[in-house]
């Protein structure tokens, strides 16, 4: 223990910098991008574009997104940068969290309850995140309502059906789940800008008062824009006629990838409530 706190004692400026760059590159970049693109299946209903009418212009403009998304050169590399960074900024985030000590109790002030929410709004992050992945890529389906299983080839209706409890209906369960979102997205959002306004002082680039004001104001200003495209994310897959995003879903892989291609992918992704529906239907015509 000793040695460790020597550590973080001797190299204290190198990795406060380092954390607060972690956060800001690329965890940061990639949380305006993965809020901005989530949000498009609601702002992306204006895009006159999208192959679709109304809201459904918001499911193909996302489905569009995530396809581009998941074509990218240097995906894995990407990935791998990206979680290298979380872990670090995480691990670091803990340990200066533990040791360090609030005083909000004594002294009320903005700054101490900003420092206070800070740790914890990392705490639910970590949580929030490994949520996320776990549902959504690990294909931990026994943590999600319905048992969604995550594609991005079917990125929307399985968001929807994540976040709805059900193919078919909002349920008390699914709702539960969006209060998780709604919860996980603001606490990340505000634990950015809050510690991009940190980090200006951490590198010396804010030293007046006039100055942490001004860009305060900005940090304010981005965390505003990215709390509404993370709420607007959490209400667009809410209200996302499921089947309507797997149809959308169904035609853009038949374009991209032809019709043997795309019913391979429809097979092997296909989703139990459709194998369900299919034997119900052949059932009736057995029995007229």
Known sequence: MRDNAGLLHRHHLLLRRLHSLTGILPI?????????????????????????????????TFQHEV?????????????????VSIGFHSVLGVVYALSGK?????????????YT?????GYIGILFIFYHVATLRWGWSFLVPGGAQWSHH??????????RGS??????????????????????VFHFANGLWTA??????????????????????????????????????????????RGIEERMLIEHYGEDRADQIITEHGHADADT???????????D
């Open 28 to 60: 940061g970049v990639f949380l305006i991008f993965h809020l901005t693109t989530n949000s498009s299946v609601l702002w992306g209903a204006i895009n006159t574009r999208a192959d679709a009418e109304g809201l459904a212009r918001g499911v193909a």
């Open 154 to 163: 079917f990125a929307a209706s399985t968001l929807a059906d994540a976040l």
């Open 277 to 287: 529906d299919h034997n119900e239907q052949a059932m009736t015509e057995t029995q």
């Open 102 to 114: 609030p005083n909000v109790r004594l002294y009320a002030y903005r700054d101490n309850w900003r």
């Open 167 to 188: 193919t078919t209906s909002i349920t008390p369960a699914g709702v539960g789940v969006s209060l998780l979102y709604f919860v996980g997205v603001t606490s990340l």
């Open 117 to 121: 929410m800070q740790r914890w709004t």
């Open 200 to 245: 200006a002082i951490t590198w010396g680039l804010t030293v007046s008062e006039q100055a942490q004001k001004r860009w305060g104001a900005v940090c304010t200003a981005l965390g505003a824009g990215l709390m509404l495209a993370g709420w607007s994310s959490v209400i667009g897959f809410l209200i996302t006629d499921r089947d309507q995003a």
């Open 67 to 83: 396809a581009w998304i998941n074509n990218m050169p240097g995906l894995l590399l990407i990935e791998i940068t990206l979680w």
